[in-house]
């Protein structure tokens, strides 16, 4: 099988964009400190200025021009706040495996921009292998994650099968990238 390129789906070569998320042609030069900061506002990013260049050994307003640059450099996306999802009410995840009629890129689209605009869908994947989608989706239980399938196929009649695995319990949740301190030791 032919390596995957950056922004290719491996199978139409004139497939929509960015089904594979790329690093940047042009990527921020990360060092050390910038790579601790990295691991530790992914475990708490509510830290303080003052609490990080504790652990970093810098200084408060350094540690504040470091996140700064990552943000608008993109390295650092959006931080928000993890929430228990029984606490409000959706303490089910669905892993949802799922396979398209024709991938057509418009087709493509359309059910990408239907997936990432949904809210319970939590990820969603292109990938290879027999299914094109893999999604993780959570509800309140099985009959409202019912109604959501219901919803999802009639909005996108290319899907042409999916299949539905219920997580009986969560032993990880998160979205934490490692980010090894040393740039030459994986």
Same mark, same amino acid.
């Given at each position: 099988?032919p ?10 070569p ?6 594979f ?7 921020m030069?990360?060092d050390?400190?910038d ?14 200025a003052e609490r ?7 200084s408060p307003?350094a540690i504040?021009?470091?996140l700064?640059r990552?943000?608008?450099?993109g390295v650092? #996306? /959006? @931080?928000?706040?993890i929430v228990?999802?029984?606490?409000v009410g959706?303490? *089910?995840?669905?892993v949802?495996?799922? !396979?398209v #009629? /024709? @991938?057509?890129?418009e087709?493509?689209?359309?059910l990408?921009k239907?997936? *990432?605009e949904e809210?319970?869908?939590q !990820?969603?994947f292109y ?7 893999v999604?993780v989706v959570?509800a *309140? ?8 399938m219901?919803r999802?196929?009639?909005a ?5 099968r999916?299949?539905?695995?219920v997580a009986?319990s969560v ?5 934490s990238?490692p ?8």
């Amino acid at each position: 099988m032919p390596a995957m390129r950056c922004g290719s789906s491996g199978r139409d070569p004139h497939a929509v964009q960015a089904f594979f998320p790329c690093s940047r042609s042009t990527a921020m030069p990360l060092d050390r400190f910038d790579r601790q900061l990295l691991n530790l506002v992914q475990r708490d990013a509510g830290q303080t200025a003052e609490r990080l260049a504790e652990q970093v050994q810098l200084s408060p307003s350094a540690i504040q021009r470091r996140l700064r640059r990552m943000r608008e450099e993109g390295v650092i #996306e /959006r @931080e928000t706040a993890i929430v228990d999802p029984a606490a409000v009410g959706r303490p *089910a995840f669905f892993v949802v495996s799922l !396979q398209v #009629e /024709r @991938e057509r890129p418009e087709l493509l689209a359309q059910l990408r921009k239907w997936l *990432a605009e949904e809210e319970r869908v939590q !990820q969603a994947f292109y990938v290879t292998g027999e299914s094109d989608f893999v999604l993780v989706v959570t509800a *309140a239980d099985t009959e409202a994650y019912d109604a959501f399938m219901t919803r999802m196929v009639g909005a996108n009649p290319n899907i042409k099968r999916f299949t539905t695995n219920v997580a009986l319990s969560v032993i990880k949740r998160g979205l934490s990238i490692p980010v090894p301190l040393d740039i030459d030791k994986e």
